[in-house]
């Protein structure tokens, strides 16, 4: 029998992520040297992950022959110093995406509402699909959330509320002042997931810990994957109450952090110079790609990220040719913005390349 024929329905209309494209596989499908490529598709961090981590990492290795430690006790006891809570109030996830994936294992139900911004970070809506709950979708206004349209949405079915702060693919964000009084005017009753994967980049960053310690059902979620440059171990995390976390940590699969990244995760967290380093890179190649696409003309979306949109006419097209010319960026035509390209901001460098190859393109 067709195993097609014995899926779960809402499998034949799934529809599965797109990742920005790896390098080696741009190489060998457009018949191009890999090390003429730079890839600007993925907010990963072009100044790699610190030394430490590395030499963390290199450590963990020698053990490979060891299951994890399950519970990531080096690695919350760690995060618990560095967020000043208990290391009980975290939930450490293969990737942050894990954790989305076990909010919706421990409180999505069919029919439940997921209310989020339009265009919000996909796999939000992924998850939500996933168990059967529906993603209520609001357009931004002015590339940041509507948040007073987002209360507005929440019915008697609403079971969570998403916010990524800045947004993805957008880069903007609401004022931190703007988004603690949104979350304290909701409902009780809601989980309140705000993702900050990008919060390090941000200069006055909300702080939703007060609303955890008043009791608030508010979940935040961080990764490695981005100022860290760990994004290729899979380690990111969330923090929440104690009694919210537990039940996260409950639905995990036994040893879902390998080793090696709650090693190299626990080290960078150590190396905060490195951390400030990366920062600072990315502020001034920021300047330079607003500056850049000034010049050619092109508008762009004020950033708080380490990405920005910059809109090019034909999103597809400019992505395709600037794919020929070896630099890889990201079209988000499936976010609704068919008309602009999302850029990571690289290394001095990479700027100048992506500024250049995208002038022979527009022009
Ligand atoms: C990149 C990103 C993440 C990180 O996902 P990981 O699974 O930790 O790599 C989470 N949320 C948003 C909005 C992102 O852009």
């Not at 994890?68 to 293969?94: M, W």
């Not at 590339?143 to 007073?148: A, Y």
């Not at 990524?164 to 964000?173: E, K, L, Y």
């Not at 400019?318 to 690289?346: K, S």
Request: charged fraction near 20%.
């Amino acid at each position: 029998m067709n195993p097609a024929e014995l899926a779960k329905p809402f499998v034949h209309t799934y529809p599965s992520y797109v990742p920005g494209r790896p390098i080696e596989d741009v190489a060998r499908d457009l018949g191009l040297d890999p090390a003429g490529i730079i890839k600007m598709a993925s907010n990963e961090n072009p100044f790699g992950p610190s030394p430490l981590a590395v030499e963390a990492a290199k450590r963990a290795i020698e053990q490979g022959q060891f299951y994890p430690d399950g519970g990531c006790y080096a690695l919350k006891e760690r995060l618990a110093a560095f967020h000043g809570i208990a290391p009980g109030q975290f939930v450490i996830g293969n990737g942050s995406n894990e954790v989305i994936e076990l909010i919706g294992h421990v409180f999505l139900e069919p029919k439940d509402e997921v209310v989020m911004g339009q265009p919000e970070f996909v796999v939000y809506r992924l998850v939500s699909l996933l168990f059967g709950a529906l993603p209520v979708e609001v357009p931004l206004v002015n590339f940041k959330n509507d948040l007073s349209a987002l209360a507005r949405a929440v019915t008697a079915r609403t079971k969570v509320v998403v916010v990524s702060t800045p947004n993805n693919p957008t880069g903007a964000a609401n004022s931190a002042e703007e988004l603690v009084a949104f979350i304290r005017a909701l409902p009780e009753r809601l989980i309140v997931i705000v993702d900050e994967a990008y919060r390090d980049f941000v200069d006055t960053p909300p702080d939703i810990l007060p609303l955890i310690k008043e009791g608030r059902n508010v979940i935040g979620l961080r990764t490695f994957s981005k100022v860290y440059g760990l994004a290729s171990l899979r380690v990111g995390y969330g923090y929440a109450s104690a009694e919210m976390a537990a039940l996260l940590d409950r639905v995990r699969q036994p040893f879902n952090v390998n080793a090696v990244a709650q090693a190299a995760a626990t080290a960078a967290l150590d190396d905060q110079a490195f951390r400030t380093r990366c920062i600072e890179g990315n502020r001034a190649g920021m300047r330079r790609l607003e500056k850049g696409f000034s010049e050619l003309g092109l508008a762009w979306v004020p950033s708080q990220a380490n990405f920005i949109l910059v809109k090019v006419g034909d999103g597809a097209k400019a992505f395709d040719a600037l794919q020929r010319r070896g630099v890889i960026v990201r079209p988000v035509g499936n976010y609704g913005l068919p008309e602009w390209l999302r850029v990571t901001v690289g290394t001095a460098d990479q700027n100048e390349r992506l500024l250049s190859e995208l002038a022979a393109v527009v022009r």
